[in-house]
């Protein structure tokens, strides 16, 4: 799959899907890859294993449908053609309390898909704050994605990465000291390069 990416709906309301799914590309690859914020992504993006998907959905019900349509996609799809996907709601969940509740809700899916153990469902969030940060904490960055997303993660390639990478343990706090380094200044300046690698992608939409 050269490009894993499903625009579903052309464009919304608000941002089309094109460029959704453009500057959440450009974001893996400018920050999470560029910033070394998870040594696992660079692989997966690098084999075009990493499965976009953009969800035109406007409540929580719709989306969990799709997230359910997605979880089993990707249990049903060989790991070397799509190992883990991105799925990006931008028009539900955008505030962020609303999107931590629901995301009991996808580890309840996931249970009753009997895919317990097998996926699991991480999460990205522009408004993304750690418990006891005040919302201009720059370590929240580490989890500031463009838009709200689920990312669906295969258990065992995480297990694998992870014995892989002999301090994965270390990662987070390492992630913490990157940004602090970094400044909001820098970590504005990655968000400029990340916004206009996705604007030279999708043209401007």
Same mark, same amino acid.
């Given at each position: 799959m050269?490009?894993?990416?499903?625009?579903?709906d052309a464009s919304t309301d608000g941002v089309p899907a094109e460029r959704a799914i453009a500057e959440t590309r450009a974001w893996v690859r400018r920050a999470?890859?560029?910033?070394?914020?998870?040594?696992?992504?660079r692989a997966v993006d690098a084999?075009?294993?990493?499965r976009y998907v953009f969800s035109d959905a406007t409540d929580p019900e719709t989306l969990l449908a799709t997230l359910v349509v997605e979880l089993q996609r990707l249990a049903d799809t060989d790991p070397q053609v799509v190992d883990t996907t991105m799925l990006i709601h931008p028009r539900v969940l955008t505030d962020f309390e609303d999107f931590n509740d629901f995301l009991?809700?996808?580890?309840?899916?996931?249970e009753d898909l009997d895919l317990d153990?097998?996926?699991?469902?991480?999460s990205?969030?522009?408004?993304?704050?750690? =418990?006891?940060? *005040?919302?201009?904490?720059? /370590?929240?960055?580490?989890?500031?994605?463009?838009?709200?997303?689920?990312?669906?993660? @295969?258990?065992?390639?995480?297990d694998r990465a992870v014995a892989a990478f002999?301090?994965?343990? =270390?990662?987070? *706090?390492?992630?913490?000291? /990157?940004?602090?380094?970094?400044?909001?200044?820098?970590?504005?300046?990655?968000?400029? @390069?990340?916004?206009d690698d996705a604007a030279a992608e999708s043209g401007g939409a």
């Open positions: 050269a490009d894993s990416s499903d625009t579903r999470v890859i560029g910033l070394n914020l998870c040594p696992f992504a084999k075009d294993q990493i009991e809700l996808a580890d309840a899916a996931t153990g097998i996926l699991q469902v991480a990205f969030h522009p408004r993304f704050q750690f =418990a006891d940060t *005040e919302p201009d904490d720059i /370590t929240n960055a580490t989890n500031r994605s463009p838009y709200p997303t689920l990312h669906l993660l @295969r258990e065992e390639s995480v002999p301090e994965a343990e =270390a990662i987070f *706090e390492r992630n913490m000291e /990157t940004l602090e380094k970094l400044g909001a200044e820098g970590w504005a300046e990655v968000r400029k @390069r990340w916004e």
